[in-house]
């Protein structure tokens, strides 16, 4: 195996090195955590440099000294920056932009990684790439035949994006040339989820043909197709690993799937109401599922085991998130409330009832979707109510309420790093939002 690149992985904090095997040309990851490099950091007593760290992982690892260079810049900006915060660490976010994205409502936005571009598409059949810092356009990506209604970049690299429409296809794109490679054509409904997955190798797309579909990002070849849902396919990830994808449908089922056979590993069975999000868990241990019963539930994903069932909503919960570290879940409902639930110990949660520490009050109309910053200590919510509002994680306390848009507020996201926020409404803007620290 051939070491071929080093990147940084902030949250949770981690080197991931890649390898290429020559005889099969693929790659593979292997992960080196550094949570016990930076716990150490913030003591009083050892406070290991860049340095020290660089040297341990090169010797521990066997990789050659010529990286010593690399690997110890990429520690250094790492320890700055999450060294210098704190989840005590005061700040709003000032906005800075309103971006007018296209003529037609816009149906979904997201960051890149690097936080510097979002992207954004549309019922004009388009999707387009913006600048954050500026708001300028940069990409427009002109060629599907009906709406754009989901839209990705291939974080962490971002140099590659992803389009499905409701005419059936999807189609993947250069970023840097706006060139289309592929047109993935398979589905016989419309497309309304996709994801790349980690490694930037398979591309998966769900719609409403109650079906998933794997494809090969080199060639644009189908891998596999995922039958098992009776009803359309409204939301799928892939774990971090990126061996496994979770589908959640209409069919009140989600499934879990081995993507290197394209098997259905479980089908998890328990809700009484359309799913509305799925969610796994940082490590993939986990998947969180929403749904139209006003419940939220976590299932063991080895097992295919329901753990717990989070309750207390008084009508349909739209969108649910886990914090990276696995200690909080949120959940966003149609109640025009959010609810926060504490985790102290995913391995150890299963039977015992998990009560909401934080109910999150302010919006008035229904909460359509909520996120974690990636600190874990706040919580973004958008809203009907033509609002988003910023939560504190720890104490449920509302602080900053987002405003601007003159409709519903349907998308929020915060960048990688936390600098920034996002807000996308059906009054066809996007809010960019700069935090002051």
């Not at 398979?202 to 079906?211: F, R």
């Not at 519903?408 to 939002?433: E, H, P, Q």
Request: aromatic fraction near 8%; charge should be neutral.
């Amino acid at each position: 195996m051939k070491l071929k690149t080093i990147r940084a992985r902030y949250f949770p904090p981690a080197l991931i090195l890649e390898f290429l095997d020559p005889s099969s040309t693929e790659t593979k990851l292997r992960e080196i955590n550094l949570t016990p490099h930076l716990g150490s950091q913030t003591a009083a007593t050892a406070k290991p440099t860049a340095e020290h760290v660089a040297n341990l992982i090169i010797k521990q690892e066997r990789i050659n000294p010529t990286r010593y260079t690399h690997i110890h810049a990429l520690l250094s900006r790492m320890f700055d920056k999450l060294n210098s915060y704190t989840d005590l660490t005061p700040h709003q976010y000032n906005l800075t932009h309103t971006v007018s994205t296209h003529s037609m409502p816009m149906t979904n936005c997201c960051f890149n990684k690097a936080g510097d571009k979002f992207l954004t598409g549309s019922y004009d059949r388009t999707c387009k790439v913006f600048s954050s810092e500026t708001g300028a356009e940069l990409v427009k990506l002109s060629g599907h035949m009906n709406v754009v209604y989901a839209v990705a970049f291939n974080n962490p690299f971002g140099d590659k994006i992803i389009t499905g429409s409701f005419d059936r296809t999807a189609k993947l794109w250069s970023l840097e040339t706006g060139k289309c490679f592929h047109t993935f054509r398979g589905h016989s409904g419309e497309i309304v989820c996709l994801a790349f997955d980690p490694s930037s190798s398979i591309v998966a797309t769900g719609g409403m043909d109650n079906q998933c579909i794997l494809w090969d990002v080199r060639s644009g070849n189908e891998i596999f197709r995922l039958r098992g849902h009776s009803a359309e396919v409204i939301g799928l990830e892939f774990s971090n690993t990126g061996d496994k994808l979770v589908t959640g449908s209409f069919d009140s089922t989600i499934n879990l799937w081995d993507i290197r056979a394209g098997k259905n590993m479980h089908t998890y069975i328990g809700h009484r109401g359309e799913v509305t999000a799925v969610r796994f868990s940082f490590p993939g241990t986990h998947v969180l599922s929403g749904s139209m019963d006003g419940t939220a539930k976590l299932w063991d994903a080895s097992s295919g085991k329901l753990v717990n069932t989070f309750t207390g909503h008084s009508e349909e919960v739209l969108d649910v998130a886990m914090d990276l570290a696995g200690t909080r879940v949120v959940t966003a409902s149609t109640d025009c409330t959010a609810r926060v639930y504490a985790l102290d110990d995913l391995s150890k949660c299963s039977g015992e009832r998990i009560e909401c520490v934080h109910e999150l009050k302010g919006h008035v109309n229904e909460v359509s979707k909520v996120v974690f910053n990636s600190h874990g200590d706040r919580i973004m919510t958008a809203s009907r109510d033509k609002t988003a509002k910023m939560w504190s994680a720890t104490t449920g306390a509302c602080l900053q309420t987002l405003e601007g848009h003159t409709d519903d507020v349907f998308s929020c996201a915060f960048s990688y790093l936390d600098d920034m926020a996002m807000t996308g409404g059906k009054d066809n803007s996007v809010r960019i939002w700069k935090s002051d620290v």
